[in-house]
């Protein structure tokens, strides 16, 4: 048996994938949903390869995932983050609607990570976390109450929220700011 066979290809990516999950702090049940991996195997994967090393900067979070909207629209700066990172998304052609839920490929999941990383790297002290980063990516990809729209006055993306009866443009427009994304 040999690892290079191109059987092995899946079972390695799912752990490249868990592997970057967690160096992104995602959540065990985020990490086991989108990999399929059991919970004892990623806790084994955080241990082995991530406390093991002296001086670890990896913070494994608890709880439940956050799942509220009205964080990305605490503030102007919360508001033109999540459009920076809805547009990352667009760009990557991710937010596309999956069939039978919210399951992407591997593959998906992967190019995901490489826009969050890319966000981090623009917005460097920014304030969304992986797992908000993830809900952002499924509320996009449901296409129903939040969605990514241009504003009607300056043309830069802002998150919309369909069901609002008032305003039609972005934060910036709205307090007279110019628009960063």
């Known amino acids: 048996m040999r690892i290079t066979d191109s059987r092995y290809d899946r079972d390695r990516l799912r752990l490249a994938v868990a592997h970057r999950m967690i160096a992104l702090e995602a959540r ?3 990490i ?4 399929q ?3 004892d195997r990623i806790r084994r994967m955080y241990r082995d390869y991530f406390a093991a090393i002296g001086g670890n900067l990896v913070r494994r979070r608890r709880g439940k995932s956050p799942r509220q909207m009205s964080y990305f629209r605490r503030s102007l700066e919360h508001e033109q983050q999540a459009a920076l990172l809805g547009s990352l ?5 991710l937010l596309q609607r999956y069939p039978n839920g919210f399951r992407p490929a591997l593959e998906d ?4 990570c490489d826009a969050y990383e890319t966000y981090r790297g623009l917005w460097s002290e920014g304030h969304i976390s ?3 980063a993830w809900h952002l990516w499924q509320v996009f990809c ?3 109450e939040f969605v990514l729209s241009n504003c009607p006055d300056c043309e830069s993306l802002w998150l919309q929220d369909t069901l609002e009866i008032l305003p039609y443009n972005c934060s910036a427009c709205r307090r007279g ?3 960063r994304t």
Request: glycine share 4%; net charge neutral.
């Open 28 to 30: 065990t049940r985020t």
């Open 32 to 35: 086991r949903v989108a990999t």
């Open 37 to 39: 991996l059991s919970d």
């Open 89 to 93: 998304l667009r760009l990557c052609s």
């Open 109 to 112: 999941i992967g190019c995901f």
């Open 130 to 132: 992986f797992e908000h």
């Open 142 to 144: 449901h296409n129903d």
């Open 177 to 179: 700011l110019p628009a």
